[in-house]
């Protein structure tokens, strides 16, 4: 059974934070899903835990670098038996389903080599709420209440 | 939450992501190990699809109407063929 231990947005930083420390060319990383609202969280300093802790971070890039870095944390793997979370690659396609505009919207950093995308808290919700999962309807609520939205969804 | 061909984008993430590092050998090396590892839950089943997958592995990103299209001439779809690209997990990659 996966690990579901991801609950707070320091786990994700630390994750990015020893990517971007591994690299050796530039690369690009974007996060969607829960994972990214947890780093919205951790990075305008609030600790407030997800209600349900995730089992994943899922992360979209174009370095075979950065790739094969989370090859080593999928499902299964002792990164995740070290860490209580996965990583779970997801493919560039997967940005259709976002507002045409997300990326005006979204949180950019550079990080030595890699450039970090994090899509707004709004955009990432867009998906999940399509889905009316109860987890993910919890998630929008705990984004909500903890004022990572600048609107209601 | 799929793509063009219809196929999921969790399973569309393995021919994504195993075009990406199919390209280095030792990558592939690794990728084969692991798929037909008596351990792997999959790995009879590879062995039958091991010439398709192959095929779609070794492809550029960017053409999978195209294949998508030959593969409908033999009967299979490209959605077919990702669903039997085995996926990685477990200590043993």
């Known amino acids: 059974m996966p690990r579901r231990e991801l609950k707070n947005g320091r786990q994700v930083h630390d994750w990015i934070t020893a990517v971007a420390r591994r690299i050796s060319q530039p690369a690009n990383l974007t996060l969607i899903g829960s994972a990214a609202l947890l780093w919205h969280a951790h990075d305008r300093g609030i600790a407030a835990e997800l209600p349900e802790a995730s089992m994943d971070i899922d992360p979209l890039t174009d370095s075979d670098e950065v790739a094969r870095i989370c090859f080593e944390g999928l499902i299964g793997s002792e990164f995740e038996k070290d860490h209580g979370f996965h990583i779970n690659l997801m493919p560039d396609a997967v940005l259709n389903e976002f507002p045409l505009d997300w990326q005006q919207r979204a949180v950019v950093r550079q990080i030595g080599l890699l450039k970090l995308t994090m899509p707004s808290a709004e955009d990432l919700l867009a998906p999940k709420l399509k889905r009316h999962d109860p987890r993910d309807i919890k998630h929008a609520e705990w984004a909500k209440d903890i004022g990572l939205l600048r609107q209601k969804t | ?78 959605r077919v063929v990702v669903k039997e690209i085995p996926s990685v997990f477990g200590d043993f990659f």
């Open chain 2, 1 to 78: 939450m799929m793509t063009s061909t219809g196929i999921l984008y969790q399973e569309y993430s393995k021919l994504h992501y195993g075009r990406m590092l199919w390209k280095y050998p030792d990558f592939r090396q690794r990728l084969l190990r692991h798929w037909t590892d008596p351990r792997h839950p999959h790995a009879d089943r590879f062995k039958e699809w091991r010439p398709e997958v192959e095929r779609i592995l070794e492809s550029p990103k960017g053409s999978d109407e195209e294949l998508d299209r030959e593969l409908r001439q033999r009967g299979l779809s490209l």
